[in-house]
Structures are given as structure tokens and as C-alpha cells.
């Protein structure tokens, strides 16, 4: 069974920093894509990060991009999300995701970040 499980939320002021950790199992990732998406409260899910499993490459929203880091440890088969200097408009739900060419087949269960000003 695949699982992805992500961790590291919390409340955390403006300005402040967190770490996201999505622990994945089941099955071997490698090629394929792992990703951040987050949803707030009524707006829809949008992309934060990604990176590709086997290279490495990354891809951030422009919202993020040098504020936030993506990474990944293949032995632990754990994604990370470093986020720095957060704002009030990064709290959402985050979630971590699988996929391949732009589909993502598997979903973690997200993960509550809240940013007070």
C-alpha cells in the first residue's frame, strides 16, 4: 500500500521559519515527480514545489520561490519543504504528492500551517 505521510506543521509568526517532512512507502518513486501543493481556506489547491525523485531537479510557484526549498534524502525516502520568512498568506494545508508527467496519482493527507502577523 502507498502511503505518503506528512508531518511538520504548525503555528509559527511572521517571518518564522518551519520544516514539512512527507515520509513515503509502498513502492519505489524513482522517476517520478514528488510535490508540494497547499490550499487555504476557500481558494483552491495550488503548487508549491517540486522535485524530481532521480535528478533532482526543483520547480517552485513564484509566491515561494526563494523563500521556500525542496529537497528530498532517497535513503529515507522522505520529501522536504523548508520554508523561510513565512507570511499570513503561506497558511494553508499542505500536502505532498506523487505523480509523473504532471499527474499526481498519490495524495498524502496535509499537514496545518498557520502564520500569525
Known amino acids: 500500500q502507498v502511503q505518503l505521510v506528512a508531518s511538520g506543521g504548525g503555528l509559527v509568526q511572521a517571518g518564522g521559519s518551519l520544516r514539512l517532512s512527507c515520509a513515503t512507502s509502498?513502492?519505489?518513486?524513482?522517476?517520478?515527480?514528488l510535490a508540494w501543493f497547499r490550499q487555504a481556506p476557500g481558494k483552491e489547491r495550488e503548487f508549491v514545489a517540486a522535485i524530481h525523485w532521480t535528478v533532482g531537479h526543483t520547480y517552485y510557484a513564484a509566491s515561494v520561490k526563494g523563500r521556500f526549498t525542496i529537497s528530498r534524502d532517497n535513503a529515507k525516502n522522505t520529501v522536504y519543504l523548508q520554508m523561510n520568512s513565512l507570511k499570513p498568506e503561506d497558511t494553508a494545508v499542505y500536502f505532498c504528492?506523487?505523480?509523473?508527467?504532471?499527474?499526481?496519482?498519490?495524495w498524502g493527507q496535509g499537514t496545518q500551517v498557520t502564520v500569525s502577523s
Open positions: 509502498g513502492r519505489s518513486f524513482s522517476g517520478w515527480t
Open positions: 504528492a506523487a505523480g509523473v508527467e504532471g499527474s499526481y496519482n498519490y
